[in-house]
């Protein structure tokens, strides 16, 4: 990764859709201080990062993952299965075709950012409730002349997108909370990294080379990540993650 987009949360935030996520509603300026580090981190690992202005009228925009998937010199627009998330797309598209031969995904498909999960030259995408049929099938005849596979994976009821439980460390790896999606459903993957079912939150991670951004506060996930080879950069999500969102939601990277 060399690039990465991002879009910092306005006060909307407050309005996030929430599905699972319980407690007290995201609080803004905490995020917008989280985000800050987050992005601080990228750029201290050599990532150029763009950053939009933020959306004061779109909750969720600084999810920027679900809005694209950005592969093998391609940008596709992805219709987000949540019809309110939609509107965030025009932003995104704007940045992305500056640099980026892109397509738009067209309706009946729907398919968010956060169910692909990119392991080298396969692309594993969660079929959940954000995520149809109809646009697993625009992304695999997108990358099938690329020389990218597209396989299906059922995401687990209850869980929002298929980031949500496992992230790619690099090309032979993967984090992947335990009792989530079975390790079956990932051919392919030279090796999985366990995540306690008490720590899933810390199976989304971003990684550039060597150096993993992970959650703060999952020590047994970052032991694990540390001794698999990786140096690990804790960052604080809580205010993410009362809006569902994890570390890869904030970018998109390529
Ligand atoms: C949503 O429900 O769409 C947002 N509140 C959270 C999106 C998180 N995105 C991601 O995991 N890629």
């Not at 909307?12 to 995020?31: K, T």
């Not at 025009?90 to 498909?109: C, H, K, Y």
């Not at 150096?211 to 694990?224: F, N």
Request: net charge neutral; hydrophobic share 50%.
């Amino acid at each position: 990764m060399e690039h990465a987009l991002v879009r910092p949360p306005s006060n909307a935030l407050r309005r996030a859709v929430v599905g699972n996520a319980a407690g007290p509603p995201p609080d803004p300026v905490r995020a917008r201080m989280q985000h800050a580090a987050y992005v601080a981190a990228l750029r201290d690992l050599g990532v150029v990062v763009k950053v939009l202005p933020p959306a004061e009228e779109e909750p969720d925009a600084c999810f920027v993952e679900d809005q694209a998937v950005v592969y093998a010199g391609i940008a596709v627009i992805t219709r987000c299965g949540h019809p309110a998330r939609r509107p965030e797309a025009g932003a995104i598209a704007d940045a992305l075709a500056v640099v980026l031969p892109l397509v738009r995904m067209e309706a009946p498909a729907t398919l968010d950012g956060g169910d692909v999960l990119p392991v080298g030259r396969t692309l594993f995408v969660g079929r959940s409730r954000r995520t149809n049929a109809a646009g697993i099938a625009f992304l695999r005849e997108v990358m099938a002349p690329r020389g990218i596979a597209v396989r299906e994976v059922p995401v687990p009821a209850g869980t929002l997108h298929l980031q949500s439980v496992c992230s790619a460390l690099d090309d032979d790896t993967v984090l992947l909370a335990r009792g989530t999606v079975p390790a079956v459903a990932l051919p392919g993957v030279a090796r999985i990294l366990e995540v306690p079912a008490e720590e899933a939150y810390a199976a989304n991670a971003v990684a550039v080379g060597e150096d993993v951004l992970l959650p703060a506060g999952y020590p047994v996930t970052a032991r694990r990540v540390a001794e698999a080879g990786y140096r690990v950069h804790p960052l604080p999500m809580d205010a993410f993650r009362a809006a569902d969102g994890a570390l890869t939601c904030l970018s998109l990277r390529w």
